[in-house]
């Protein structure tokens, strides 16, 4: 699944979800849904501080599909659904781990070379320092924004 994006600008920052309008895309661009009944809605549930643009942008929506139940492809809302259930027990936790591979234009592996593989992953799994690891600004700047 790609990540998806969509931006709008609202006439003023709004103070409850109510505040929030209902959008949506067209599901067929993004393989997300059929030709002939291609709407995918956007639904606010929530907004948070938007940790990439800064300012007053926040994050807000879930996926639905047309008839109002949640889209395949929202996961928030099963994750948010199994959390409500164990919200009150003790000693509840959620964690994340996200691994992901920076992919250069022509869809190979960020600085890799084009006609073969590195060399053995050692050097490389976890590593730090300019001859090991490529794209790290990326990865440290979206582990920031995500914490």
Sequence with gaps: QNVRCKTGTLSCHPSSVSDLPQWSFDGSSTSQAQGHDSD????????YRDPFFLGNSILVCETYAKDGTPHTTNKRY?????????????????????????????????CWPKSAYPGQQGPYYCAVGATNVYGRQISEAHYKGCL
């Design 40 to 47: 995918v809605l956007l639904k606010p549930v929530n907004f």
């Design 78 to 110: 099963s994750c948010d659904r199994i959390m409500e259930r164990v919200m009150d027990e003790e000693n509840s936790e959620f964690v994340i781990e996200q691994e992901y591979t920076l992919l250069d234009y022509d869809g190979h592996p960020f």
